[in-house]
C-alpha cells in the first residue's frame, strides 16, 4: 500500500526547485533542490539525539518539522501548481528495532603506508574493490574509475552517467552483508583505494576497530569495554562525530572538538579561525608548508606545526605535527581533526547505541609521525 494514501498530507507551494533548509539552527540556502520523479524523496536531518527543528523554505512557502530519534514525517511541495513533490523529513537515527541475538560481524583490514584503513568489499557478489573505512565520511563512495572499469553500475560504459547508477543489491565486507545499501561517485578517496564508506554504516550499533588484529568488529548489541580503555561522551556536528580533547602548550590546556577523520593520512588538522583564537598557538614552531585536499579536492595551503602534548581520553600523545589550515572550514562550522597518523595509534570502540568513544594504545603509540617520515 503506498503510505501516502493513508493520511492527507500537508502542502506547501513553490515556483522553483531551489529549496532552503535550516536544520536545528544551521540554514544551508542550497541545501535541496526538488524532484517530482522520487517518491518519497528523503532528506535524512543531522544526526542527533536531541528533538530539534527543521524548516523547509521554497521560493513562497515553508515548512516547520519537529524531529526526533526514529522520526519521520511526510508532505507534499506543488510545483509549480502541478508537479507534486513527495518528500519526507527522516531522522538519521532509526526507530528502534528489537534484536532478539547480538550478531557480530567481522571486518579484517590492512593499515596501507598512507594510514588508509583497507578493507577487501565484493559488490553484488561479482565486483572486487578496495575500500577505506572513514570516520568523516557517509555511506558508501566509489571513484568514477573504479565505477567504470571494476564494477557493473553503469548500463552504458561509452557514455557514462555516474548519478544513475544500477541498483547494489549486496555489499559485502568480512562476514557483514548489506542488502541495497547507497553508492555514490566521488572524485577523491585516499590513495590506492577504489572507494569509502563512512561510520553511519554502522548507525546504532558498537564497533571495535583493532589496529593490533587488523579487525573492525561490529556489534548489534555494545559489549562491555574493559577498564583499560579511557571512556569520552561521543558528540555530534552537522552529522560528523568528534570528541573532546585538549593541546596543551607551556602546561596550559586548551580544549578543543575534534573530528574523527580515518580517512587522512595525517595526524592533527586545526581548525584556522579556532586556533586564530588560541594565543598559546603563536609560539608553536612552524616545521613545514604544504597543501592538501578535502574528499571534494578542494585544496588547502597549511602550515605544519609540533604540538607538545595532545591529550584524548585521558591518553598523551607527544610533539604531533599538526596542520593549520589557512582558510575558513567550507561546512561553516569549527572544527578540528584528528586524522589516522593519531587515530592508528589506539584501539578504538565506539559505541553509535549510546554514544561513547574508547581509546586503548596499541602498538603504533611510537610510531614515527607520517609527516615526519
Not at 263 to 292: H, P
Request: one cysteine or more.
Amino acid at each position: 500500500m503506498n503510505t501516502y494514501a493513508q493520511h492527507k498530507l500537508s502542502v506547501i507551494r513553490a515556483t522553483s526547485r531551489r529549496v532552503a533548509i535550516n536544520d536545528g539552527g544551521y540554514l544551508d540556502r542550497n541545501a535541496w533542490s526538488l524532484s517530482p520523479g522520487i517518491k518519497p524523496d528523503v532528506y535524512t536531518a543531522d544526526r542527533t539525539r536531541e528533538t530539534k527543528w527543521v524548516t523547509f523554505y521554497t521560493d513562497i512557502d515553508s515548512i516547520k518539522v519537529k524531529v526526533k530519534p526514529g522520526s519521520k514525517f511526510n508532505f507534499v511541495v506543488l510545483l509549480n501548481g502541478k508537479d507534486s513533490c513527495y518528500t519526507q523529513i527522516a531522522s538519521a537515527i532509526p526507530a528502534n528495532a528489537h534484536s532478539p541475538t547480538n550478531k557480530i560481524d567481522t571486518i579484517p583490514f590492512t593499515l596501507t603506508a598512507y594510514n588508509a584503513i583497507a578493507v577487501k568489499a565484493v559488490l553484488n557478489k561479482t565486483d572486487t574493490l578496495k575500500l577505506h573505512f572513514d570516520l568523516s565520511s557517509f555511506d558508501f563512495h566509489l571513484t568514477k574509475d573504479a565505477i567504470l572499469n571494476k564494477t557493473h553500475l553503469l548500463a552504458n560504459t561509452s557514455a557514462p552517467d555516474y548519478r544513475r547508477l544500477n541498483a547494489t543489491k549486496t555489499l559485502q565486507m568480512g562476514t557483514m552483508v548489506l542488502n541495497d545499501a547507497p553508492v555514490l561517485s566521488t572524485n577523491i578517496t585516499a590513495k590506492e583505494m577504489d572507494g569509502r564508506f563512512g561510520w553511519n554504516v554502522f548507525e546504532g550499533k558498537q564497533i571495535a576497530l583493532d589496529y593490533d588484529k587488523g579487525l573492525i568488529i561490529v556489534r548489534s548489541k555494545p559489549a562491555k569495554v574493559g577498564r583499560e580503555y579511557g571512556r569520552s561522551k561521543l558528540c555530534f556536528v552537522r552529522s560528523f562525530p568528534y570528541a573532546t580533547g585538549f593541546i596543551v602548550i607551556g602546561g596550559k590546556r586548551i580544549t578543543g572538538n575534534f573530528a574523527m577523520d580515518t580517512g587522512s593520512e595525517q595526524a592533527v588538522i586545526l581548525d584556522s579561525s579556532w586556533a586564530a583564537t588560541q594565543k598559546q598557538m603563536v609560539s608553536l614552531k612552524v616545521i613545514k608548508s604544504s597543501y592538501i585536499s578535502d574528499p571534494r579536492g578542494v585544496k588547502y595551503e597549511i602550515k605544519v606545526v609540533s604540538v607538545p602534548q595532545l591529550m584524548l581520553n585521558g591518553l598523551s600523545l607527544t610533539n604531533v605535527p599538526t596542520l593549520i589550515l589557512n582558510r575558513q572550514n567550507p561546512l561553516g562550522i569549527e572544527i578540528n581533526y584528528l586524522g589516522n597518523d593519531v587515530l592508528k595509534r589506539f584501539n578504538i570502540i565506539i559505541d553509535f547505541k549510546n554514544d561513547y568513544l574508547y581509546l586503548k594504545p596499541n602498538k603504533y603509540m611510537s610510531e614515527k609521525y607520517y609527516t615526519n617520515s
